[in-house]
């Protein structure tokens, strides 16, 4: 395993996704997998399951970078005000689900 590798940690996380939306059609959720640096906290990679390749990469330039130890609400009002879909909800509700794992394993891991 590189070296680079043993500095990250992937979470996961998914949601229902919306009735109706092309995501319940094809996935029946919203998922999200972030690769967060275990150093400093930091999204360096994410994918969710969105169908096109644009929302994908629309929503890896939104997050990538953010520190997973602060407020969490600041990407939250981000994805709020640039991400417009009936599908929202349920890829917040994913990040919240995330960020919740993320600091139940450091707790673990620290004790």
Same mark, same amino acid.
């Given at each position: ?31 999200? =997998? #972030? ?5 400093? +906290? ?8 969105? /169908?096109?390749? *644009? ?18 609400? =600041? #990407? ?5 005000? +640039? ?8 890829? /917040?509700?994913? *990040? ?16």
């Amino acid at each position: 395993m590189d070296q680079n590798q043993l500095d990250t940690v992937l979470v996961t996380a998914y949601a229902k996704a919306p009735q109706g939306s092309a995501m319940y059609e094809v996935y029946k959720h919203a998922g999200i =997998v #972030l690769e967060i640096n275990a150093a400093n +906290h930091k999204i360096i990679n994410a994918e969710f399951t969105f /169908i096109t390749e *644009l929302a994908q990469d629309f929503f890896k330039r939104m997050i990538i970078g953010f520190d997973m130890n602060s407020d969490l609400q =600041v #990407l939250v009002k981000r994805i709020e005000s +640039h991400y417009f879909a009936p599908s929202t909800t349920s890829v /917040i509700v994913a *990040l919240k689900a995330a960020h919740k794992r993320y600091h139940e394993k450091l707790k673990q891991t620290e004790e």
